[in-house]
């Protein structure tokens, strides 16, 4: 059959993924969670502590979420029976959608079953050439953060712009950004800035700020103005003193800020909040939300809960132990002679190694001594900027972040890196 040629070729693209060294498809299975304050997990037999989860706030375990979780799915069934608009709308969407609008301080938002789904939906809906129908003109000039996030790359691609109507800037860069929207003065409607708030592989976040002046500064410039999308799924429930993010931390606003359920929350899913209008156009536009399943009611009765825990005293507790850990990892790492791969006040701290087969083995070497890291490797980094990505949780103990650390160093001393 010649269809066999084709799936010859698929073999032959894995076969050079895998000799490459970059696969990702032998990832551990874990099979089960010891009772810990700060759980480990079981995998092939054996507990190991995570120092590699997004759920910074160790809230997928807390006793809350789980029992709305439970609640929800005993009355409301396990799955959303259909996409939103036939019969798949719960009262808990909505109202995790208006608890999600107060909490960053919005008039409306929308839950999508992930924050890729959100933002290839809303991406795509505020820039693509409008159907001749539309009453919105295409005429929109994109411009992204050199390292955004590959949902955000794939929604400027479903667009199909011509190449001179999707710009990169230098990453964290505002001037760069400054110096395309002069030169590109009068020749679009509109022009949407896109950024992540948190950058994923190193912990760096954008200066909101310094965005927001210089939008401000050019938003006369193009008839419709420059409008500001912010994805800030590393931010939210990570770090500001409240868990609201880069806004918090720039005191600065996204005109639409796109977030995750599925890391600092501890739940699973995305969202965007804004203004109403902006909501209610992509309530008619968001085809990933339209006609797509939400998230199943469990789901979004735990995200709700996560909302309430982050709102209390105990949910600044635990975003002040993150900080706490993160201030200890960063002066123990630093006395035992490791390096920063970039300066990062985030959970996310990127310890430098450089050499891909060192770094490699630091993170078999260190899964042997009971702890799970992911190594980035080149080519996600640059050559020679080889990390080991550690992230911190807030139910991390000051003794486990110790413990980490005496272990990455007795590996790395092993393997000639410190
Ligand atoms: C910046 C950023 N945006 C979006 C996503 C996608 O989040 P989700 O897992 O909810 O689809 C991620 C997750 O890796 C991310 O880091």
Redo the contacts with the bound molecule.
């Keep these: 059959m010649a269809k066999q040629a084709f799936f010859n070729s698929l073999k032959d693209e894995v076969a050079r993924i895998d000799a490459a060294g970059v696969s990702k498809r032998f990832e551990r299975l874990i099979s089960d969670f010891t009772t810990d304050h700060n759980p480990k997990a079981i995998i092939d037999g054996r507990a190991i502590s995570l120092f590699n989860s997004n759920d910074y706030l160790g809230l997928r375990h807390h006793p809350t979420l789980k029992q709305a979780e439970h609640e929800a799915g005993a009355c409301l069934g396990t799955g959303p029976g259909a996409v939103r608009f036939i019969s798949g709308s719960f009262a808990i969407h909505r109202e995790l959608e208006r608890k999600l609008a107060t909490f960053h301080g919005r008039e409306d938002g929308m839950v999508f079953s ?4 959100t ?1 290839l939906a809303v991406i795509f809906s505020l820039i693509k050439g409008q159907s001749k129908d539309s009453l919105i003109s295409s005429d929109t000039l994109v411009i992204s953060d050199e390292l955004n ?1 590959r ?1 955000i790359i794939d929604g400027v691609r479903l667009g199909n712009l011509e190449s001179e109507a999707k710009l990169i800037f230098k990453h964290l860069q505002a001037s760069s950004l400054e110096e395309m929207l002069v030169a590109n003065k009068g020749k679009f409607k509109r022009v949407v800035v896109i950024t ?1 708030g948190v950058f ?1 592989m190193l912990g760096e976040y954008q200066d909101l700020a310094a965005i927001r002046q210089v939008i401000d500064a050019h938003d006369g410039d193009y008839a419709e103005g420059i409008l500001l999308i912010v ?1 800030d ?2 931010g939210v429930a990570a770090c500001g003193a409240t868990g609201r993010g880069t806004e918090e931390i720039t005191n600065a606003r996204a005109d639409i800020l796109i977030g ?1 359920l ?1 890391k600092g929350f501890g739940a699973d ?2 969202y965007v909040v804004a203004d109403q209008v902006t909501i209610d156009y992509l309530r008619e536009s968001a085809a990933t939300y339209i006609y797509s399943n939400s998230i199943s009611p469990g789901t979004a009765a735990a995200a709700a809960a996560a909302l309430d825990v982050i709102e209390s005293s105990e949910g600044k507790q635990l975003l002040s132990n993150l900080q706490d850990n993160v201030a200890l990892l960063k002066s123990e790492l630093s006395k035992n002679g490791f390096a920063f791969a970039a300066p990062s006040e985030h959970p996310i701290q990127a310890v430098l190694i450089g050499d891909t087969v060192k770094t490699k083995e630091l993170a078999k070497n260190m899964f042997e001594r009971g702890f799970l890291i992911t190594n980035i490797n080149y080519p996600v980094v640059p050559k020679g900027r080889d990390e080991i990505r550690v992230q911190l949780c807030a139910t991390h103990t000051r003794e486990d972040v110790l413990a980490f650390v005496q272990a990455l160093t007795a590996a790395a001393k092993e393997l000639q890196i410190v």
């Design positions: 992930s924050a890729f789904a933002n996030h949902s992540d994923s994805d799924c590393h995750t599925g899913g995305g």
